[in-house]
């Protein structure tokens, strides 16, 4: 699940989940940069401080880290294992806060991409899409990135609409702006007709 701050990712994601292990699958929930301990630990330093406190390659080197570990340690033994994985948050997100919100060469951050997560692509990319102004006021907590100003948080939004343009086959947009048990619905139509699931 991809998008902006205060998109409603954490809510759809809880809403899938609890659809699918009441269909009887077996589920992983996790989200980036974070997951496992030491991803975590990398997680605290990127979202507090000043907004200016990294450099955007130091960021972006930061979130890869963590998601190296991520998938070692968490995304790769449960797909394994034959569970679902849903994450808040993955790859993408270092594209749209790095790279178009930031400003940073897409394909320094492809090629890094390509090096970390390799062929461990999501099979379905979520993208939650809901105006700026919006989701920065639901947003439930002021860190980092939600003081680096509206400029930033309209670049990055529209970095997640042209990823999800350009690869139309994983992503998905969803309009975020409506009622979160119709967004779910949505989101459990694209599951079914995805993976083959009843839900």
Not at 8 to 16: A, F, M, V, Y
Not at 142 to 169: C, N, P, S, T, W
Request: one cysteine or more.
């Amino acid at each position: 699940f991809e998008g902006g701050e205060g998109a409603g990712k954490s809510t759809q994601i809880r809403l899938l989940a609890e659809a699918l292990r009441a269909a009887g699958q077996d589920v992983e929930v996790t989200r980036e940069p974070g997951g496992t301990e030491g991803a975590e630990q990398i997680r605290t330093l990127l979202v507090e401080g000043g907004a200016g406190r990294w450099q955007a390659e130091t960021e972006a080197l930061l979130h890869f880290a963590a998601r190296a570990e991520h998938l070692a340690r968490v995304i790769r033994p449960a797909l394994a294992a034959g569970k679902w994985v849903l994450c808040d948050r993955f790859a993408d997100s270092t594209l749209a806060y790095q790279g178009y919100g930031q400003g940073l060469d897409l394909d320094w951050l492809w090629t890094l991409r390509r090096h970390i997560v390799g062929a461990t692509e999501p099979g379905l990319t979520i993208m939650m899409d809901l105006p700026v102004e919006k989701g920065l006021a639901r947003a439930e907590t002021e860190q980092r990135y939600e003081r680096m100003g509206l400029d930033f948080h309209r670049r990055l939004a529209e970095g997640f609409r042209q990823l999800a343009a350009a690869d139309a086959k994983r992503c998905r947009l969803i309009d975020a702006a409506r009622e979160r048990g119709v967004i779910a619905a949505e989101i459990a139509g694209l599951i079914r007709a995805r993976f083959g699931v009843s839900l």
